[in-house]
């Protein structure tokens, strides 16, 4: 029966009953006092049927009353929607048992927390390197059992986009990375891992990149001092000697500039939170550089479009050389009589410059690995600009220490642009 037919059996019944107390007390000459028997008969029907379902539904484990009409009807969609509801939690405890499980099994420390930042759940491996006590320790404040004052801050400002690194607590030669993500409306899942080993291998790589750069420069410096000499004798006066004295010493000014670039990027890769920061004039620096290329490319045109004076926090030294790496890049590679554009402009909550260049362009499939070190879009390209391979890899990491973006748009044969996104505080 459905919920109209069952409620248009409920007012015939009440009509009913009504007529029949009506009529017996016409009969008898109480009318009044026969239907408020009848009404009285139907209220207490009716608060029996509620007594009978608060009974029921503080043990939902038993089966329901039985009725008819009406109260049948309640009875049978409030037991399916109870089953449904069994059905699904079974559904979704199922899914958290083998969720759990997945992680219990994980070489990696998982902690789930709730909204408030307490232990709800903490795998094998969590309680291992973080020196944790599950389950005991359900219920407590992460930051009260996690003292890093850096965790704190970085769990506090909640902004997960980056890693954190931090020493292990049992261990501080030890190096965890943790990353944290939100689900549920609001709860945190936590990933602690050991890198302890790619951060020491990393250290390894920049320590040999700088080494051997330093090691390098002494032997190169004495080279060239000896082919300066050389060139400036008789000896080379013949034509012969001389187009070989410039092509090696084109060759070691190129060498000169790679160490050069190495031992830069070597010093900036490392996102150092205790480098020295300053308000940055980027008009200044720009209007600086555009004079100082005026010299070493007299027939260029550096167009500045500035339509905002404000400064941005950051290194000077590290944001004029990802600058000027840009624009030197959009020199080389546009046309001798086109013009590049550098604007320092302020969209919604960022300040961005824009490097724009009207070039061979850049094809889509290089765009992702172009920043990468030593990258080729083009061997006889490069050949010819004289460049290292390392311009835009410093650009990268000099954006990553500022907490910048850096983002690539260009069209082979139309030309490309590099932006800078600096968030404002």
Request: net charge negative.
């Amino acid at each position: 029966m459905s919920l109209a037919g069952s409620w248009r059996a409920e007012l015939r019944k009440l009509l009913l009953v009504l007529a029949a107390s009506g009529l017996l007390g016409w009969v008898s000459g109480y009318t009044l006092e026969m239907l408020c028997l009848g009404l009285f008969v139907l209220t207490g029907i009716w608060l029996w049927q509620l007594w009978l379902m608060r009974r029921w539904l503080e043990d939902p484990n038993q089966a329901p009353p039985e009725s008819a009409g009406i109260w049948g009807l309640v009875y049978d969609t409030i037991y399916g929607l109870q089953r449904e509801n069994r059905e699904a939690r079974g559904r979704l405890q199922s899914t958290v048992d083998y969720l759990r499980s997945s992680f219990a099994s994980m070489h990696d420390g998982v902690l789930i927390l709730t909204q408030s930042g307490a232990i709800e759940w903490s795998n094998d491996a969590a309680q291992r390197l973080l020196g944790l006590d599950y389950p005991r320790d359900r219920g407590q404040p992460v930051l009260n059992l996690l003292r890093w004052p850096v965790f704190h801050d970085y769990f506090l400002k909640g902004d997960f986009q980056q890693p954190l690194q931090l020493p292990s607590a049992s261990n501080s030669r030890q190096i965890l990375q943790v990353e944290i993500t939100t689900f549920a409306g609001g709860d945190f899942l936590l990933f602690f891992r050991d890198v302890t080993r790619v951060v020491q291998m990393e250290q390894m790589r920049r320590d040999f990149v700088g080494n051997v750069s330093h090691e390098l420069r002494t032997p190169l410096t004495v080279f060239k001092g000896y082919l300066d000499t050389l060139s400036a004798s008789e000896l080379f006066d013949d034509a012969r000697f001389q187009k070989a004295a410039g092509q090696m010493d084109q060759q070691v000014q190129r060498m000169e500039n790679l160490l050069t670039d190495l031992l830069w990027l070597s010093r900036i890769e490392t996102v150092s939170e205790d480098r020295e920061t300053n308000a940055v004039d980027m008009v200044a620096m720009l209007e600086e550089l555009r004079e100082e290329l005026g010299s070493s490319y007299p027939e260029r045109l550096v167009v500045l479009e500035l339509e905002t004076r404000e400064k941005v926090l950051g290194n000077y030294r590290e944001l004029r050389s990802a600058v000027s790496n840009l624009v030197i890049n959009a020199l080389k590679y546009s046309g001798d009589h086109d013009p590049v554009r550098v604007s320092w402009v302020r969209e919604d909550n960022n300040l961005v410059l824009h490097v724009a260049d009207s070039g061979v362009g850049i094809e889509e499939r290089h765009l992702d690995r172009i920043t990468e070190r030593f990258y080729r879009v083009d061997e006889s390209r490069n050949a010819r600009t004289g460049g290292t391979g390392l311009g835009l890899a410093i650009v990268k990491h000099v954006a990553a220490s500022h907490r910048a973006e850096l983002t690539i748009e260009s069209e082979p044969g139309r030309g490309s642009c590099f932006s800078l996104h600096f968030s404002l505080p």
